[in-house]
């Protein structure tokens, strides 16, 4: 078996020594505690951290052997929602659905049923291909996941656009 050099630290700041190379991932791979992972060039390393660590605002990996590898975000297909954004901001954390928030706009991952339960809010959608760095979710002891029927029974109990009430 051959052995792979090993990054137990991560850099948040640019370091003074070049990058040896990158590593693109997608908003769900940088959450990692261990993992082996191929730079674009096709070298592996191993990801050893003492605990699962959330990658965004970091810069990148400090392997054992003194090189740095950066960490750069993937482009991911996602939904642009405007309009009224704090009214779908919040059907959308209903929902515990990942959401990237911006002034002007929100971004959520491609969901078709999602996209008709925001349409018939009045939302404005369009699809994008861009990084995804979606708010990081409150620690609360436990664990929720967003399921179908819970998007499919909002989409029957939402309002039309224009309309007022909360759909739940």
Same mark, same amino acid.
């Given at each position: 078996?051959?052995?792979?050099p090993?990054?137990?630290?991560? /850099?948040?700041? =640019?370091?003074?020594v070049?990058?040896?190379g990158?590593?693109v991932?997608?908003?769900?791979?940088?959450a990692?505690? &261990?993992?082996?992972? =191929?730079t674009?060039?096709?070298?592996?390393f191993?990801?050893?951290l003492?605990e699962? =660590?959330?990658?965004?605002?970091?810069?990148g990996?400090?392997l054992?052997?003194?090189? &740095? $590898?950066e $960490?750069?975000?993937?482009?991911?297909q /996602?939904?642009?929602v405007?309009?009224d #954004?704090a009214?779908?901001?919040?059907h959308?954390g209903?929902?515990n #659905? *990942?959401? %990237?928030?911006?002034?002007?706009? /929100? #971004?959520i991952q %491609? +969901?078709?049923? &999602?996209?008709? /339960?925001? %349409?018939? #809010?009045? !939302?404005?959608?369009?699809?994008?291909?861009?990084p995804?760095?979606?708010?990081?979710?409150?620690?609360?002891?436990h664990h929720? *996941?967003?399921h %179908?029927?819970? $998007?499919?029974? !909002?989409?029957d +109990? !939402?309002?039309?656009s224009?309309?007022?009430?909360?759909p739940?």
């Amino acid at each position: 078996m051959t052995d792979f050099p090993t990054a137990r630290r991560l /850099l948040r700041d =640019t370091p003074e020594v070049p990058s040896h190379g990158r590593v693109v991932l997608s908003h769900l791979d940088r959450a990692i505690r &261990v993992r082996a992972l =191929t730079t674009e060039h096709g070298e592996t390393f191993v990801v050893d951290l003492p605990e699962r =660590t959330a990658l965004d605002g970091y810069f990148g990996f400090a392997l054992e052997d003194g090189r &740095v $590898i950066e $960490i750069i975000y993937a482009e991911e297909q /996602l939904l642009e929602v405007r309009g009224d #954004l704090a009214r779908y901001a919040w059907h959308l954390g209903a929902l515990n #659905l *990942h959401c %990237q928030v911006e002034d002007t706009r /929100l #971004l959520i991952q %491609q +969901n078709a049923d &999602v996209e008709a /339960l925001l %349409q018939q #809010l009045g !939302a404005k959608i369009t699809s994008v291909s861009e990084p995804f760095s979606p708010e990081p979710p409150l620690a609360l002891g436990h664990h929720h *996941h967003a399921h %179908q029927s819970h $998007i499919r029974d !909002a989409m029957d +109990n !939402a309002p039309q656009s224009g309309s007022s009430g909360d759909p739940f």
